[in-house]
Nanobody, 125 residues
Framework: QVQLSESGGGLVQAGGSLRLACSAS????????VAWFRQAPGKEREFVAG????????HYADSVKGRFTTSRDNAKNTVYLQTNSLKPEDTATYYC??????????????????WGQGTQVTVSS
């Protein structure tokens, strides 16, 4: 079992950047696929980015490709989401999620076992 906690959200102007962090406790993140999702008011939760267990493979939603980068530091038990060139449509609550059983073809499916509480990102125009 692992507990996840996001941080780094805030209010930023369009074109700005934020670095979100997902810190884990309870167990090492090494065996877990970790993904980022977001949910805006009135919308469904959507996949943003995912990282394989060793961080060598990453995957992104088309809407953030080229602007967002996910990375992981297993020694610090933390996964990051660097968000650049932010747009107002990126405004949402961002969640990290972890699962030991995920395979590559299923990263975008929100059926992860563990979730953080979320961190709010607000981008003003």
């Amino acid at each position: 079992q692992v507990q996840l906690s996001e941080s780094g959200g805030g209010l930023v102007q369009a074109g700005g950047s934020l670095r979100l962090a997902c810190s884990a406790s309870g167990n090492s993140l090494r065996p877990y696929v970790v993904a980022w999702f977001r949910q805006a008011p009135g919308k469904e939760r959507e996949f943003v980015a995912g990282s394989s267990r060793n961080g060598a493979s990453t995957h992104y939603a088309d809407s953030v490709k080229g602007r967002f980068t996910t990375s992981r530091d297993n020694a610090k038990n933390t996964v990051y989401l660097q968000t650049n060139s932010l747009k107002p449509e990126d405004t949402a609550t961002y969640y990290c999620a972890a699962d030991r059983s995920k395979i590559l073809s299923d990263y975008r499916n929100p059926s992860y076992a563990y979730w953080g509480q979320g961190t709010q990102v607000t981008v003003s125009s």
